[in-house]
């Protein structure tokens, strides 16, 4: 998991409060990618983004939640008005290009979303 | 969804060749196969990628058939530390080109 930096690593949130995950890709890397784990499943894509750009949003729910990636700073995901079903893992990764099929993606470990 | 299939879960000895199959027939000719594991809800961990040739980097083999419709994971020496799901994927090129689409995996066991 060369540098992918989430943070925090854990977070709990009531019911209707806002949760904002943040990830810091490789230096240099300018494609970054969520994906969410519920409890004892897979990892499902949620979006792509770019610098600035949003790639590839098809993962994502459609309500509440949404993620940037600025020119500056890490990229963000933000999840509005938290419910129990929203409790998962949500991991980030990063690669320094999407377009090239033979270019890897690192990993961060998780930030680990908990709503109560 | 993904386009690979892998057994759901595999035992080994530790100190013996894991070799974890994985079958993506529907592949095309310029999308890679890429190995992945996740040990135990740490994030995922890159392990190796190729197109058509066989690979080999320090921890593991990837040996692709030659009608790139099948590929194994080799881990010649298997550790207790090698328990872990292992995702075969194949990159989804088109529009939405980088993203890996994860199936289920197959979880190894590692036994002493």
Redesign the interface.
Known sequence: ?AG?MQNPRHLVRRRGQEARLRCSPVKGHS?V?W?RQLPEE????MV?LQKENI??E?GMPKERFSAEFPKEGPSILRIQQVVRGDSA?Y?C?S?P???Q??T???????TRLTVV | DAKTTQPPSMDCAEGRAANLPCNHSTISG???V?W?R?IH??????II?G?KNNETNEMASLIITEDRKSSTLILPHATLRDTAVY?CIV?V?G???????????TKLSVKP
């Open positions: 998991n992918v494609h990618y994906y897979g990892l499902k894509f792509y790639i590839d098809s893992a991991f990764a690669s290009s999407g377009a099929m033979n890897e993606a690192f990993f961060g470990q998780g | 310029n999308e890679y890429y992945y996740q809800s740490q994030g995922p961990q890159y990628h197109l995702y990159r090129g529009g939405s080109q980088g993203n890996l689409i994860f199936g289920k995996g």
